[in-house]
């Protein structure tokens, strides 16, 4: 697309590719969301991962989607891998912290990030490879694959340098996941996932979150601006939890999981949301 040798010895010829070059710029700010250009590319046609197939699939999404035979345990979209059960982390609760309000209930999406993030099973692990004949419900990684980047080690993650992508099992030094929001929940009115758009929270150090029945189910964000729910909101996970005796638990309530804070899909720096500048991330929920 940049080869224009002979345009390029005259003035002319220049401008002209400056303003090619401003167009796609430009184009590409406004029109993809990119995951092509990340780290989520683990696919062998990538660049932006250190880590990735030097052979096996040159997809990207079906290492974490497949279009059929999904993985229902997980409330991921159509998710192509297996998931540990919630009991194998050991997460960030009161044995962990004095302040802390909410009940932990690890039956969430977080799973799914750390289906790759935990370091316990290959990144290749799939549940439907690509092409025909690929189907394994317990999973089953690439024929063929060929891993590569000093921060994996056959395909499953380790941490190398200055990072720290691999978050292991322990999540207690870890902001916390699969919790309540508004430090131990909202007042829901009931169990039901329809009532309750009026519930204040417990906590008055969070802001409150906004809702909307969306599909026929109540959902919870926390708004950073914009009409609506959108992929820069603070996406929060309702669901009932088995969480103990308190009154709020047991029923519907909105949740923060890796996905409230990350994107999986955007090309923005760390996968945030919305850009952490000032801590906008943190203060998008936290009355501080
Ligand atoms: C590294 C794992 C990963 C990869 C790769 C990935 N996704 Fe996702 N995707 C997720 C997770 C996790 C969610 C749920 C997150 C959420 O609630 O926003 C999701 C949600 C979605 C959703 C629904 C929510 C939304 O943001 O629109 C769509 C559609 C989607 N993915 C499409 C794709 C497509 C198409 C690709 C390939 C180009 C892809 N994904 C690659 C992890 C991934
Ligand atoms: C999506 C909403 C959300 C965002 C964004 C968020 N937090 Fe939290 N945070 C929570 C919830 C919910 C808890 C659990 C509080 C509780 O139950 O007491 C929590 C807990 C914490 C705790 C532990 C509190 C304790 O009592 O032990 C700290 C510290 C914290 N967050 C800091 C941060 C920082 C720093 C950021 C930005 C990097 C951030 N949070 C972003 C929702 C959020
Ligand atoms: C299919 C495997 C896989 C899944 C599933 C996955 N990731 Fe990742 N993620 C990776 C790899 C590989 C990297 C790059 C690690 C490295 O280079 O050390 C990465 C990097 C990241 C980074 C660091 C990016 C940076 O620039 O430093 C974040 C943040 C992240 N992932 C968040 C998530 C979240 C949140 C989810 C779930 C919504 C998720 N990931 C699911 C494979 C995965
Ligand atoms: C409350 C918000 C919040 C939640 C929840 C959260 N993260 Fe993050 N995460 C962040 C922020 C903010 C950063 C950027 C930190 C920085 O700039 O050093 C980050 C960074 C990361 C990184 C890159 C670390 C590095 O320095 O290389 C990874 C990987 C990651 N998160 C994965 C996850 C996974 C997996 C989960 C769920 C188990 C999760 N995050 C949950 C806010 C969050």
């Not at 750390?114 to 549940?127: F, K, R, V």
């Not at 088995?242 to 923005?268: I, M, R, W």
């Amino acid at each position: 697309m940049f080869n224009h040798t002979r345009e390029g010895r005259s003035i002319a010829g220049l401008v002209v590719k400056l303003v090619a070059i401003a167009a796609i710029a430009l184009g590409s700010v406004a029109a993809q969301a990119g995951i092509a250009n990340t780290r989520h590319n683990l696919g062998a046609n990538n660049a932006a991962n250190e880590n990735y197939m030097t052979s096996g699939a040159t997809e990207i999404c079906v290492f974490c989607h497949t279009p059929h035979a999904s993985n229902t345990n997980v409330t991921a979209p159509l998710w192509n891998k297996p998931v540990q059960a919630g009991s194998a982390y050991t997460t960030y609760t009161t044995a962990t912290s004095a302040t802390i309000d909410g009940s932990v209930d690890m039956s969430g999406i977080s799973l799914a990030c750390l289906s790759c993030h935990d370091g316990t099973q290959a990144m290749d692990t799939m549940i439907n490879k690509p092409g025909s004949g690929g189907y394994n419900a317990a999973g089953s990684t690439i024929t063929g694959g060929v891993w590569t980047g000093t921060r994996q080690s056959s395909g499953q993650m380790t941490n190398a340098g200055e990072f720290i992508s691999m978050l292991g099992t322990d999540l207690t030094n870890d902001h916390p996941v699969g919790i309540q929001y508004c430090g131990g929940g909202i007042s829901t009115g009931s169990a039901t996932t329809t009532d309750a758009s009026t519930g204040t929270c417990r906590d008055a150090d969070f802001n409150a979150p906004t809702n909307a029945i969306i599909g026929g189910h109540r959902a919870w964000w926390v708004d950073t601006g914009g009409a609506g729910r959108q992929k820069t909101d603070m996406i929060l996970y309702a669901r009932v939890g088995a969480l103990g005796s308190d009154s709020e638990n047991g029923k519907y309530q909105p949740f923060v999981e890796c996905a409230s804070c990350h994107d999986p899909h955007t090309e923005n720096t760390t996968f945030l949301r919305i850009a952490n500048t000032n801590s906008a991330v943190c203060l998008a929920c936290h009355n501080k």
